[in-house]
């Protein structure tokens, strides 16, 4: 029977995600950072490709960022509250994280396991930025699906894509509980 590491199961099942608009400042510091991103890249990548990347995206960065918006989402034809919106997410952030999805050629690990990875990848950030006691929220949205924001904000090379913001910071208040799915209408046993 194995042992289990009780303390990280009930983390992990009532971890909580916070919602970005909430966390203010302090931020983690350089060290706390680079310890989180440890913890983030231990994340399953088949194949050690390393398939992902990081940028640390501190204030003045974020205020580039979200004045970068309002023009390249007119130029998309985005509805204005969607700006609004995406212009909020980087200008009143203090800290995040872009996970950089950077599939590398591969004979062996397929690019869509690649992109899985990228993912993962930021959910570990997440976790590891809660159990380290921040508040943390991996945010999406239109400007991180756009390729010209994404090459002319961040930099990414014409095959690298934003797998997710993730903000980082402490939070003002938690969240209430929300609902949770209900496995037995998600999960399939197959026992024969």
Known sequence: MPTPNTAALDFLLTRRSRPAKTLTTPVPDRT????????????????????????????PALLRLADMVPARGAALGIDPDKITKAKDQFGNANLAV??????????????????YSAGAVCLALVNAGLAAGWGANWLSGWASHDQTFA????????????????HLGTETNAPPERPRPDLSAITTWVET
């Open 151 to 166: 090459t002319q904000g961040l930099g990414l090379a014409e095959h690298e894509t934003i797998a997710g913001f993730i």
């Open 32 to 59: 706390t950072i680079e310890t989180l991103l440890t913890a983030a890249a231990r994340t399953p990548d088949h194949g050690k490709l390393e398939p992902w990347r990081f940028i640390v995206l501190t204030r």
């Open 98 to 115: 872009a996970v950089i999805c950077s599939p590398k050629p591969s004979e062996k690990i397929p690019q869509i396991e690649q992109i």
